[in-house]
């Protein structure tokens, strides 16, 4: 099946540092999404991409929709001890109800 | 606005006994729903989704069943658990003008 290359696996960075991660796939999407979730709760979504070279900010996050519609990018500035957590990409293809996610990064913060 | 509810939030059941766990939504008609399992160690494994009420598409094979008797209701059920039906599990809706949005989660404990 279809399967998202999400890197890295996980990341430990200093408190301020940026961070960057992203999602490859040999098929194209047409919808990005990137969903973070806290230990114990169920993911929330962060930003969602629906134009091929879309660039959105949520705050402190940007998301980039690639422009072959095969990748995606997260990025976070100055990160801080809640941006803790596992970040998934997920992809949707047309009228397709299922979503392909990512394995996940999984950030931890350094104070 | 749109609310996902999922209950319980924490389950332990031991071997052989039957399962209910219940997700509603709120705000919206005829959502998309969907239940996934998150095995330790990240991974979302799409196991049901439906399009509408009585409608139900399975995605693996498995000891579980879906069924939507309401809009806006999605149970999860089992006649007799195993202890491989251990995990955390996530019911999660869409529509045409939202992506996947996720409850918090129910923590399964078979013992």
């Known amino acids: 099946g279809q399967q998202l290359n999400q890197s890295p696996q996980s990341m430990f960075i200093q408190e301020g540092e940026d961070v960057s991660m992203n999602c490859t796939s040999s098929?194209?999407?047409?919808?990005w999404l990137w969903y973070k979730q806290d230990p114990g709760e169920g993911p929330v979504l962060l930003i969602a991409?629906?134009?091929?070279?879309e660039l959105t900010s949520n705050g402190r996050l940007t998301a980039q929709f690639g422009i072959t519609r095969k990748d995606s990018f997260l990025n976070i500035s100055a990160s801080i001890p809640s941006d803790v957590g596992i970040y998934f990409c997920?992809?949707?293809?047309?009228?397709?109800?299922?979503?392909?996610f990512g394995k996940g990064t999984l950030l931890t913060v350094n104070p | 606005s749109q609310t996902i509810h999922q209950w319980p939030a924490t389950l332990v059941q031991p071997v052989g006994s039957p399962l209910s766990l219940e997700c509603t939504v709120e705000?919206?008609?005829?959502?998309?729903l969907y239940w996934y399992r998150q095995a330790a160690g990240r991974g979302l494994q799409l196991l049901f989704y439906?399009?509408?009420?009585?409608?139900i598409s399975s995605e693996v094979p498995q000891n579980l069943s879906a069924s939507r008797p309401q809009d806006r209701q999605f149970i999860l059920s089992s006649k007799k658990l195993l202890l491989s039906d251990s995990g955390f599990y996530l019911c999660?809706?869409?529509?045409?003008?939202?992506?996947?949005?996720f409850g918090d989660g129910t923590r399964l404990s078979i013992l």
């Open positions: 997920a992809g949707l293809r047309g009228s397709n109800y299922k979503l392909t």
């Open positions: 705000g919206t008609s005829n959502p998309n």
């Open positions: 439906s399009v509408g009420i009585g409608q």
């Open positions: 991409l629906y134009k091929a070279g």
């Open positions: 098929s194209i999407f047409n919808t």
């Open positions: 999660a809706w869409s529509s045409s003008d939202q992506p996947q949005h």
